[in-house]
């Protein structure tokens, strides 16, 4: 029986699959995550998850593996992880009362087929004010999140809307995604095991 292989080091993506009762192992896939200007945020997601899924299937060459990457776009512009609190500020600002969207790409490979596909949600934040985001900002909640904010958390707070899937935001279509597993024989576990 196959295993699924999570290259991913996301808290989030890991919590998703268990709240699925898949059973899965994480491999952190530690590939360049460069790419190139000129690919439109679907393009940028597929591609990487795409690259983080066969990093890590390599080493499990009789197992599935699952990639995903999420980035978060404003005005055609790609808004990745905030570097500096003063990054994460200047991002939020940007996103105060306006829509945005996220984009979350999902590759699934084995041995013997691969798929890609990616999911789009729209964000609308509140006008927020100066105090309000650094108020956020300073619960470091912010770090190593693209956009400079978790909707899972206290950053559920910003947001006005939302338009599309909720856990594409949180960083996996999981609906989704569960059913492409089903394809490749990965299922859920029994939750009496």
């Known amino acids: 029986m ?11 993506r890991k919590e998703l699959l268990e709240t699925a009762h898949l059973p899965f192992i994480i ?8 790419i190139s200007d000129e690919y439109t945020p679907a393009e940028i997601v597929e591609q990487l998850s795409l690259r983080k899924a066969k ?3 390599q080493y499990y060459p009789d197992d599935v593996v699952l ?18 609190d003063e990054d994460a500020y200047e991002t ?8 945005h969207q996220v984009y979350t790409g999902v590759a699934i490979i084995s041995e013997e087929r691969e798929i ?3 999911e789009a949600t729209e964000v ?10 650094k108020e956020y900002v300073s619960l470091g909640e912010c770090k190593d999140k693209a956009g400079s904010y978790g909707i899972q958390g206290y950053g559920s707070t910003l947001v006005k809307q939302i338009n599309g899937d909720y856990f594409n935001v949180v960083g996996l279509p999981i609906s989704r995604t569960v059913r492409e597993l089903k394809s490749f024989d990965i299922t859920k576990r029994s939750v009496t095991e």
């Open 2 to 12: 196959k295993r699924l292989i999570l290259a991913s080091g996301s808290p989030r």
């Open 55 to 57: 990093d890590i299937a």
């Open 27 to 34: 491999q952190k896939s530690s590939v360049n995550e460069n």
């Open 92 to 99: 939020l600002s940007k996103l105060s009362g306006k829509t």
């Open 67 to 84: 990639g995903s990457d999420t980035v978060v776009v404003y005005d055609g512009q790609v808004l990745g992880k905030p570097k500096s």
């Open 124 to 133: 609308t934040f509140w006008t927020l004010t100066s105090e309000e985001i």
């Open 116 to 118: 890609c596909f990616h």
